[in-house]
């Protein structure tokens, strides 16, 4: 019954990119997370990326595909792929906000492991994407 993966990741921004190079980029993702049922949010600091995905298992490694054969960014360090248990993104097809280095900082270096779920806890989310939506939800966000 679980058939969704995720996907978190940092990269560095082969060029620091304009707000204009920013938003192209945004249009070509949206519209391939679109087509593809890929939801997610990707924070931009200053040529750092983190981004989270998630979607069909074969959705998230097709468009996965699509991000490692991007030259507009290099050194891509996975923190985590594999099983997801919900999805906690549905509304955006690829969120976005430009963050302060802190929070990149604390995403990086966040758990992304998830915890096994216990006879008395159902949640099986990590530390990583508790820290991610509780910024998305109560952080400042440009778009
Ligand atoms: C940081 C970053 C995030 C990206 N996210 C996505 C994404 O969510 N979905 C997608 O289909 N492509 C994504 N891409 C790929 C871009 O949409 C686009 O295909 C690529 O940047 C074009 O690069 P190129 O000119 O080097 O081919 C991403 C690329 C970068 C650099």
Known sequence: MNHLSALAYV??????????????????????????????????????????????????????????????????????YGLADARHFGSWHMGFSVSPRSIMLSLSQSAWTRAAATATEASSSSAGVALLLDFWMNGSRDA
Do not use: W
């Open 11 to 80: 990269s560095s921004a082969t060029n620091l990119l304009s707000e204009s190079e920013l938003e192209a980029l945004l249009v070509s993702a949206r519209t391939a997370n679109h087509q593809h049922g890929v939801t997610g949010v990707l924070l931009y600091d200053n040529g750092s990326f983190f981004q989270y995905l998630e979607g069909a298992p074969s959705a998230v490694a097709i468009v996965y595909e699509r991000i490692k054969a991007s030259r507009q960014h290099h050194g891509i360090i996975e923190l985590d």
